[in-house]
C-alpha cells in the first residue's frame, strides 16, 4: 500500500509541477500525470485486494470487488484521453509560440474622442500639477493614479 501511496503522490506532484511550468507541452504531460495519479488514487480508494467480479459470482456482496471505482476511473479515462488530445490539437493549431506577450498587431485599441480641452479638464483622471507621471498620453489609459491607489508606490493618493 506505501508503494502505490508513493506512486500516486509522485504522479500528482509531478503532475502539479508540469501544469505550472511554462510551455504548452509541458502542461500537457503535467495533465497526462495528474489524471493518471488521480486514477489510480480513486483505484486504491475502492481497495487494492484481489477479489472477485460483481457479475456473474454467486458470491458474498462483501467478497466482490466495488464496481463503482473501476466505472469512475473508466469515465475518467475517456475524459483525461479527450482532453489530451483536445490538448495536443490546440498546440498544433495556435499561432506562434505560447509566449504571453501581448500581440497587438491589427489589434489597436480604440480612444474615445475627445471633443476639447474643457473635458478633458473636467474629466475624473486628469492630472494634478506636480502628480505622478503619467503612464499614457491618453486620460482614459492612464493608469498611474491606480498604481497609487492600490499603493504600489508606496502611498495613497486618494
Do not use: C
Not at 507541452?25 to 481497495?47: K, Q
Not at 464496481?67 to 506562434?96: D, H, K, R, Y
Not at 473636467?122 to 492612464?142: A, F, I, M, S
Request: charged share 20%.
Amino acid at each position: 500500500m506505501s508503494v502505490l501511496a508513493i506512486g500516486i503522490g509522485l504522479l500528482v506532484g509531478g503532475g502539479v509541477f508540469m501544469i505550472l511550468r511554462r510551455g504548452l507541452m509541458r502542461i500537457i504531460v503535467g495533465f497526462i500525470l495528474l489524471s493518471n495519479g488521480v486514477n489510480l488514487m480513486i483505484m486504491a480508494a475502492g481497495g487494492i485486494d484481489r477479489r472477485e467480479t460483481a457479475i456473474g459470482s454467486e458470491l458474498d456482496p462483501a467478497q466482490v470487488s466495488d464496481p463503482l471505482p473501476q466505472a469512475f476511473v473508466l469515465t475518467a479515462i475517456v475524459i483525461a484521453f479527450a482532453i489530451t488530445m483536445l490538448l495536443l490539437v490546440l498546440s498544433i493549431t495556435g499561432e506562434g509560440d505560447d509566449d504571453t506577450h501581448i500581440k497587438l498587431a491589427g489589434r489597436e485599441m480604440e480612444t474615445p474622442h475627445l471633443i476639447d480641452a474643457a473635458e478633458v479638464e473636467q474629466h475624473p483622471r486628469r492630472r494634478e500639477p506636480g502628480g505622478p507621471e503619467p503612464t499614457h498620453p491618453h486620460p482614459y489609459l492612464d493608469w498611474a493614479d491606480d498604481l497609487d491607489t492600490f499603493g504600489v508606490r508606496g502611498k495613497e493618493t486618494r
